[in-house]
């Protein structure tokens, strides 16, 4: 039975270890974080996702990908957060991969993606690429 449960924590602990190479951030620290306008959103739900309804401020990815070091701060500390759709969406690691290899060191993750943020009443603004 020991083993059994020392074989669980290893799987668990591994888990959490490898489930979230980037810190989530709450939708309550990224208003504040917006609120003081240091943080870089980066929407990773596609052009036709960002057009109908996105985090206000968020950059397309989609759309700014080959030039994505044009739109991101200078500062490398400066807080990057990216997001998808909800949850279970992983399109962000793109996203925050492609931060992360230009430098970037302060990078989060919204986990409630568009979704979340929708569900919680927030507003979202409509882009044209």
């Known amino acids: 039975m020991k083993k059994i449960l020392a074989l669980c924590a290893a799987v668990c602990l591994t888990a959490t270890v490898f489930a979230g190479e980037f810190q989530d951030i709450t939708i309550k620290q990224l208003k504040s974080e917006m609120a003081s306008k240091k943080v870089t959103l980066l ?15 968020a950059v397309n990815f989609e759309a700014t990908e080959s030039k994505l070091a044009s739109v991101l701060p200078k500062d ?54």
């Open 43 to 57: 929407d990773a739900n596609g052009t036709e996702s960002w057009e109908s309804g996105h985090i206000p401020g």
């Open 76 to 129: 490398k500390n400066a807080l990057i957060v990216a997001y998808c759709g909800n949850p279970k969406c992983t399109a962000y690691q793109a996203a925050a991969k492609a931060a992360k290899k230009l430098g970037y060191t302060n990078i989060k993750h919204l986990s409630a993606g568009i979704a979340g943020w929708k569900d919680a009443g927030e507003k979202t603004e409509k882009g044209a690429s």
